[in-house]
């Protein structure tokens, strides 16, 4: 392949790389996927064929068309459309490039849009698509290595090429050509543009790149990452929509983020008194629960399918940090950003830890409800460390949160909207029908069981069968099946209608162990609602879900689990060192691990001189041979590690190839032996170089000088000064067969000098 062809794959490959990349950033494949087919139509038909020549004046319109159609988007009604224009701008002129007559300047215009197509993918990445953007900017970078070193090549190429062109040179075997000087890169006659040595040194230059860019993120400080401000109130960003966990609920919505498997958070529970690592589901069960249950928000007012909070006295205080005694457990989350300031964890908890300096978290008593800053950038990934109780001995099933319940509050937790669930109040009244007033427990297990009979099933649907009902009746006598919101929202109005406060509660439920990285992962689809009733005088957990729910979860769990436990770890760590390393990480990890290093270093060569002073200034003095024998042995070693220091360097200084080294060095006829038996014929048949010329221009007279005048030496001489150049010059070692085929036409030569001197 020429070096021309090599130069365009490589460079349409780049441009493809950077349409990719906005493709993963944008999340929308048009109109950037055009980009992929007409770049394979401009390498065949525009570039190598030439059967496609499109004209000046219709790459003008083009362009024209190209400027007004992301006008038409930049100024549309959408604000982040903005900065998708701009990207599709780019995407239509890198078009028209392709589809032009292309030089040394459309070439560097192709290279430049690529270039900036990657960096607004970058602005409009969101976390999901960030592990994938980071690999892909990686074959990126290799890739744009190799295309700029190709395009050099090609460049020096022109420049070689236009030599010839631009010096006269006059035939004949009494002419040499002017020795030219171009920069660049030099080429051997014997060799070829794209070799293995190219290959190489293009291959180590872009692992080498990647290497100081890898020290240069890790160890420049990331001071930007600290945010040292205070937490806030409880508060919304409204700017970015929840999924997965919201703090209000919308019947309905949930279901379509249930079969989602993006990542949410990451659980480890250690026991704070053994250092040991603590099974999240094991523990689940201990505390009475069937799965572990990672609460979050809590909702009390209903209206019209919606849940939302509502709660007076609704004050939020000081959280603990971390707990004085060295006793229960401590759960160490990273939670992904969901837009929410909420705190999910197992409760009870007693003891927070933001970020691990020692900032606080915001407590509501009244619900339970743990917050953190609203200040929290979207995508910004949470670690913080929650502390609960050990268990008492025989302890079983602990309350989650403590019981507290004013007057006011037992109002809002009975209140049920003035219309449109009499239906629903009905029913529930004629399920507890014949149950003592007193006897709340059992009334909630008669709701309990009816949500739970076989009329009733779980779906992800959550199509309404009557638009004219409330969303609850609708769910409860007409379509009867749901997901958990529905489920949850229909016993908490129930328990209502039967004099049982209640609220909703909001978070996720379940998860499952990674096999690779050995951690429990929470996922979009194990969001769930639950309710918390106001039972002897304690909130009690009821969650009426049916267990089809979690057979539906563990079947998607199974389907290509080791891949997806891969990229879980593969996500986490992303996050974790690239995305999220902050500056107290780089301490941790870096910073203290390297100053200790270097302290130790400093003392053990201080402790070893001392040594060696006070040895030396012994040795004459020592009263036993073995400290005097054990010193100079000492000295001796010193001594040596010098002498070894200093030869490395001049080794460094003069190259790491001796024998290459040596033959520059040598008179350069005997550094061939076959290049030197060549000039030797050569001079005995009359032609001496003359000290103006090299040894190439020497071959190339002879060449072209009267064939047969030496014997038929001139044949082989440029074959064997190339053989001479590559190995004193190009450093390389000699092509044993061609030395052969030289020595053999050499003999010829000789043989049938010697016959017409006998002749």
Same mark, same amino acid.
Request: proline content about 5%; some cysteine.
């Given at each position: ?58 790459? =003008?319109?083009?362009?024209?068309? *190209? /400027?007004? @159609? $992301? #006008?038409?988007?930049?100024? &549309? ?5 903005? !900065? ?110 794209? =070799?293995?040595?190219?290959?190489? *040194? /293009?291959? @180590? $230059? #872009?692992?080498?790149?990647? &290497? ?5 993120? !890790? ?541």
């Amino acid at each position: 392949m020429r070096l021309r062809d090599v130069f365009l794959v490589s460079l349409y490959a780049l441009f493809a790389e950077a349409t990719m990349l906005l493709v993963v950033g944008e999340g929308e494949a048009f109109p950037q996927v055009v980009g992929f087919p007409l770049a394979v139509v401009a390498l065949v038909l525009v570039d190598r064929r030439r059967t496609i020549r499109v004209p000046t004046w219709g790459l =003008n319109v083009a362009a024209a068309t *190209g /400027v007004l @159609a $992301a #006008a038409w988007e930049f100024f &549309g009604e959408v604000p982040g459309s903005r !900065l998708t224009a701009a990207a599709h701008l780019m995407v239509y002129l890198g078009w028209v490039v392709l589809l032009g007559e292309k030089a040394d300047r459309q070439y560097w215009w192709l290279l430049t849009l690529s270039v900036l197509q990657v960096a607004v993918g970058a602005v409009l990445v969101d976390a999901a698509g960030e592990p994938l953007y980071s690999f892909l900017v990686v074959a990126f970078m290799i890739t744009g290595t190799w295309t700029l070193s190709v395009f050099s090549l090609q460049q020096v190429q022109g420049r070689f090429a236009a030599v010839p062109a631009s010096v006269g040179v006059p035939a004949g075997p009494g002419w040499f050509r002017p020795t030219a000087v171009i920069s660049g890169w030099q080429l051997d006659a014997n060799q070829q543009w794209i =070799n293995p040595r190219f290959v190489f *040194g /293009v291959v @180590a $230059a #872009a692992v080498g790149a990647l &290497g100081v860019g890898a020290v240069f993120f !890790l160890l420049i400080p990331r001071l930007w990452l600290f945010d040292p401000s205070g937490l806030d109130v409880l508060d919304n960003d409204p700017l970015h929509p929840l999924t997965g966990f919201t703090e209000t609920v919308q019947l309905g919505e949930i279901g379509d983020i249930l079969e989602s498997t993006e990542h949410v958070m990451t659980v480890g529970i250690i026991d704070r008194q053994t250092g040991d690592r603590v099974d999240v589901e094991k523990l689940s069960r201990e505390w009475g629960d069937q799965e572990p249950m990672f609460r979050g928000t809590v909702m009390v007012a209903y209206s019209g399918g919606k849940w939302e909070r509502g709660l007076p006295d609704s004050r939020f205080d000081r959280m603990p940090g971390v707990p004085a005694t060295a006793d229960g457990l401590r759960q160490d989350i990273q939670l992904e950003t969901l837009g929410t300031p909420v705190l999910f964890g197992m409760h009870p908890v007693h003891g927070c830890d933001i970020d691990g300096v020692n900032r606080y978290g915001l407590y509501q008593p009244a619900t339970g409800v743990l917050v953190g800053s609203k200040n929290r950038k979207r995508g910004r990934v949470l670690r913080y460390s929650l502390f609960s109780p050990p268990l008492k001995p025989g302890e079983t099933g602990r309350p989650r949160v403590p019981a507290v319940m004013t007057q006011s509050q037992q109002v809002e937790y009975l209140r049920l909207p003035r219309q449109g669930l009499g239906r629903l109040a009905a029913a529930a009244r004629r399920l507890v029908e014949g149950v003592p007033s007193d006897r709340d427990l059992e009334k909630a297990g008669r709701l309990m069981e009816h949500l739970s009979s076989e009329q009733f099933g779980y779906s992800l649907d959550a199509s309404v069968a009557d638009p004219g009902l409330d969303p609850v009746e609708d769910f409860l006598f007409r379509r009867k099946q749901g997901h958990c919101e529905y489920f949850a929202s229909a016993l908490a109005l129930m328990l209502r209608a039967v004099s049982i406060p209640s609220r909703l509660v909001s978070g996720f439920k379940g998860g499952g162990h990674n096999r690779i990285s050995g951690q429990f992962v929470v996922q979009q689809r194990h969001a769930h609602a639950w309710v918390e009733a106001w039972i002897g005088a304690r909130w009690v957990t009821l969650d009426p879900t049916p267990p089809a729910r979690g057979d539906l979860i563990r079947e998607l769990e199974m389907e290509s689990r080791f891949l997806r436990d891969a990229g879980q770890m593969m996500h986490h760590s992303w996050r974790r060192y690239v995305v999220e390393l902050s500056l107290a990480q780089q301490q941790s990890l870096f910073y203290r691990p390297m100053q200790a290093g270097m302290k130790r270093g400093i003392a053990a060569a201080g402790e070893f001189v001392g040594d060696m002073v006070l040895g030396v200034s012994g040795l004459v003095g020592a009263k036993g041979t073995g400290r005097r024998w054990s010193t100079i042995l000492a000295v001796v070693g010193l001594v040596g590690w010098a002498v070894l220091a200093v030869w490395l360097v001049h080794r460094w200084r003069g190259g790491w190839r001796p024998r290459t080294r040596f033959r520059n060095e040598r008179d350069p006829e005997i550094v061939v032996p076959v290049y030197a038996r060549f000039c030797r014929m050569v001079a005995a048949g009359g032609r001496l170089r003359r000290s103006a010329q090299t040894a190439r221009e020497f071959a190339e007279e002879l060449a072209q000088g009267p064939v047969a005048e030496l014997g038929g030496v001139e044949a082989v001489a440029v074959r064997v000064t190339n053989l001479y150049y590559a190995v004193r010059f190009g450093r390389q070692e000699p092509d044993l067969d061609e030395v052969g085929r030289i020595e053999r036409e050499l003999d010829r030569a000789d043989l049938c000098s010697a016959e017409s001197q006998n002749v």
